[in-house]
């Protein structure tokens, strides 16, 4: 497991630095210089984006990764006809990406803010290919460099331009060359560290991705779909148009940055559990349980503590461009789908080390029927709150179904006590949050609430050696 903590502190200190920068971008200078109606421009264009580029991953990050993992001699072959696939896919989505764009109405300003961020999404899911060799040899930290790289000039860049008096579509440009850099970073490094840029054009090889990857890119654009259709739909279904999309996609960048914790550990496991289900179960079924185990000791204070402070946390907008009575609650309802995305992750980290691939796309149907289901019957009524709303459901229908198909098809869990007291650490931390929000400061009471949770932790037996080896 030692390989396994170094990979996750390499992604979760790169992602969590990262989306720091990103987050006080967003929350500190976007919010001042940009009022309602941009910002719902640019959460609009980046939910649209990212659900059309999913056309370009094709479900092969799994596949890919774990066919490496499995055959690390012929890992410059795989990725290189991988890379091939992705291009031609490229030009596909970035068509699609404007063409639908036309189709839907929006207007010229909107879409060119889509162009730009749909070239940089472009760029960004082909260097994806160079980093699945990363995660296939283990070795995160490069990936950690793109990432960090990638967001600094963003944060730098795009920070500086926004306090300069930058446009919007300045600051999406600034974006789209980030993406080159980062593009060309994960090609130096798996050239430098671990494959060479030649490779054998093979078909078999395309076979062999395609017949996993099919059944995957199905599941993985459904579930982008019920993750970001929200967005998408509040502009056209919302009594507040285009401003609904900015009180969403606030509270939503807040939560989002929370869950590089669960993708940085869970994808620092998934070439583990992939090797573990080939060749040994009981080393599966123990992973499985690690896995579970970290992300509801994880999850649930995480939702709790965002939960009982988000008033606090919504204060730091301006409050002459937005209402603290708009954001709040919308961010309030989306901790508690944060701390299920720790769960869900988990699921479909299992789903697919496994190769369940025909399982995992009916489940994300299932999902996304029920979220779009609810984002229309709920929008209408209730805008934002609506979406959150739907959102947490969905989260809720995926972790119990994926729960029950796991545990009676592929494997048990070998213990839940941890479950309890995470629950009543968690409970009195929230109490204690809601009691204590008006006598201090925010900045004091996030680290008094993670040192008393943490020292919990401790004084019950969660956090000691032993307990790591009678897991695993």
């Known amino acids: 497991m030692n390989r396994v903590f170094e990979n996750t502190s390499a992604l979760l200190a790169a992602h969590l630095v990262t989306r720091l920068f990103s987050l006080g971008v967003t929350f500190l200078l976007m919010t001042r210089y940009f009022g309602e109606k941009e910002m719902g421009v640019y959460f609009l264009a980046i939910s649209f984006t990212n659900l059309i580029a999913t056309v370009i991953e094709l479900g092969m990050h799994t596949p890919l990764i774990r066919e490496m993992t499995l055959r690390l001699n012929e890992a410059r072959h795989f990725v290189g006809n991988a890379l091939i ?26 879409m060119q803010i889509i162009k730009l961020l749909g070239l940089a ?13 990363f995660r296939a040899f283990e070795q ?4 950690a460099y793109t990432v960090i790289a990638e967001r600094t000039v963003v944060c730098v860049v795009g920070g500086a331009l926004i306090v300069l008096g930058g446009s919007l579509q300045e600051f999406c440009l600034v974006i789209l060359i980030a993406g080159c850099m980062n593009l060309a970073l994960s090609v130096a490094f ?5 494959v060479g840029l030649r490779f054998r054009f093979d078909l078999h090889i395309w076979a062999v991705l395609m017949r996993q990857a099919l059944p995957f890119a199905l599941g993985n654009m459904l579930h982008l779909v019920y993750f970001r259709i929200g967005a998408i739909m509040l502009e056209k279904l919302s009594p507040d148009g285009i401003v609904a999309n900015a009180w969403y996609g606030l509270a939503h960048t807040i939560v989002n940055a929370v869950t590089i914790l669960p993708g940085a550990f869970l994808g620092a496991m998934f070439p583990l559990m992939s090797r573990a289900f080939e060749n040994d179960r009981s080393e599966f079924r123990a992973a ?3 896995a ?10 995480t939702a709790v503590g965002i939960a009982a402070l988000a008033w606090e946390i919504v204060s730091i ?5 937005y209402d603290p009575e708009s954001v709040a609650p919308a961010l309030q309802l989306l901790s508690w789908s944060c701390g299920l995305a720790f769960l869900t992750t988990t699921s479909i980290t299992v789903l697919r080390a496994a190769d369940k691939r025909v399982q995992f796309t009916l489940l994300m149907g299932m999902t996304t029927f029920v979220n779009v289901a609810l984002n229309y019957l709920l929008i209408p009524r209730y805008s934002h709150v609506g979406a959150a709303t739907s959102l947490i459901v969905s989260e809720g229908f995926l972790f119990l179904a994926g729960f029950v198909y796991i545990s009676r098809r592929i494997a048990t869990l070998t213990g839940m006590r941890y479950a309890i007291k995470a629950v009543v650490l968690s409970a009195t931390m929230g109490c204690g949050l809601i009691v204590l929000r008006k006598l201090a400061p925010i900045w004091v009471l996030i680290p008094l609430s993670v040192m008393y949770y943490a020292a919990g932790m401790v004084f019950l037996g969660e956090l000691k050696r032993d307990t790591f080896k009678q897991i695993l």
Do not use: H, Q
Not at 190 to 194: C, G, N, S, T, V
């Open 121 to 133: 999404e472009i760029l960004n899911l082909i260097a994806l290919s160079y980093r699945c060799v």
């Open 140 to 143: 995160m930290k490069y990936e």
């Open 85 to 110: 696939i992705r291009i031609l896919l490229s030009i596909a989505a970035y068509g699609l990406m404007v063409g639908v764009g036309r189709l839907l109405g929006y207007p010229a300003a909107t």
């Open 292 to 301: 579970t185990r970290w992300m509801v000791l994880l999850g649930l204070p």
């Open 317 to 321: 907008l301006p409050a002459d461009k």
């Open 288 to 290: 499985y349980t690690y």
């Open 190 to 194: 798996a050239r430098w560290k671990f």
